[in-house]
């Protein structure tokens, strides 16, 4: 369980039509997918999702976007998955993001910036448990 994360193709992403790019990157950086699914958030999920970020000032903007669209929710496996898939996407900010990285490829903004990436082993199962049933997951 421990080589699993969990990502979402944002809104931006989905809208300008590049969930197949990204996805073929992810595919060649070595991730399978395990489960995936092309859904909607409500505002009060997306809020519920990124709780963790309620006192930050950009997490009503943040919400807001998130509910904007269309996103593409996944667990990813692989080695390592956590740190590498966080290497593959980039920096937050995609201005700081390293060449070809997903986020210095397709991100618009520091908000809308294409990609959700797990940033430790226990959120992956947490995200991923929060969109994926058991089942799913197996
Ligand atoms: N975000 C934002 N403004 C900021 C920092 C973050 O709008 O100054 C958004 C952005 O979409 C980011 C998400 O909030 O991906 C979660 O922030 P976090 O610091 O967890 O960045 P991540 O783990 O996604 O790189
Ligand atoms: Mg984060």
């Known amino acids: 369980m421990t080589n699993r994360t969990f990502t979402m193709i944002k809104p931006d992403a989905v809208a300008n039509g590049h969930i197949g790019p990204i996805l ?7 991730f399978r997918i395990v489960a995936m699914k092309y859904t909607h958030l409500e505002p009060e999920k997306a809020g519920f999702f990124y709780a963790v970020h309620k006192e930050r000032p950009f997490y ?3 919400v807001k976007y998130m509910s904007s669209g269309p996103i593409v929710a996944a667990i990813l496996e692989k080695e390592n998955a956590v740190e590498d898939f966080r290497k593959l996407i ?3 900010d995609p201005s700081k ?8 490829l397709f991100a618009k903004s520091i908000e809308a910036n294409a990609v959700h990436g797990s940033d430790s082993d226990e959120n992956a199962e947490i995200e991923g448990s929060f969109f994926f049933s058991q089942m799913e997951r197996f």
């Open 24 to 30: 073929a990157k992810i595919n060649e950086a070595g």
């Open 60 to 62: 009503k903007d943040l």
């Open 90 to 92: 980039g920096a937050t």
């Open 97 to 104: 993001a390293a060449p070809g990285t997903i986020r210095n």
